[in-house]
């Protein structure tokens, strides 16, 4: 079993940078690859960031050399760097975690586990 809870998040002017964090909570944390989806009003929900257990990460197109996902195993946490923020960057931010991180790629099915969300806005 996994608990995630997400931090971070905030209102940050256009060209600026946030860091999320995601708290873990699970004795089978480093196994899981983990990663990060957005989801905007009225749009569907977006992947952003993913990183294997074994730190190979994924990237969407769209946050290529901007943002950053990164994991500290031994602080349960996973993270990710945001720079360059634009206004089409805003959206809640959520956390997720998964057996595999082929389900990432694939997302033939739903995450194993989801959390609750943060808030990014940026301001033009």
């Known amino acids: 079993q996994v608990q995630l809870v997400e931090s971070g998040g905030g209102l940050v002017q256009a060209g600026g940078s946030l860091r999320l964090s995601c708290a873990a909570s699970g004795r089978t944390f480093s196994t899981y690859a983990m990663g990060w989806f957005r989801q905007a009003p009225g749009k569907e929900r977006e992947f952003v960031a993913a990183i294997s257990g074994t730190g190979s990460t994924y990237y969407a197109d769209s946050v290529k050399g901007r943002f950053t996902i990164s994991r500290d195993n031994a602080k349960n946490t996973m993270y990710l760097q945001m720079n360059s923020l634009k206004p089409e960057d805003t959206a809640v931010y959520v956390c997720?975690?998964?057996?595999?991180?082929?389900?990432?790629?694939?997302?033939?099915?739903?995450?194993?586990?989801w959390g609750q969300g943060t808030q990014v806005t940026v301001s033009s």
């Open positions: 997720t975690a998964d057996r595999y991180s082929t389900a990432y790629i694939y997302r033939a099915r739903e995450l194993d586990y």
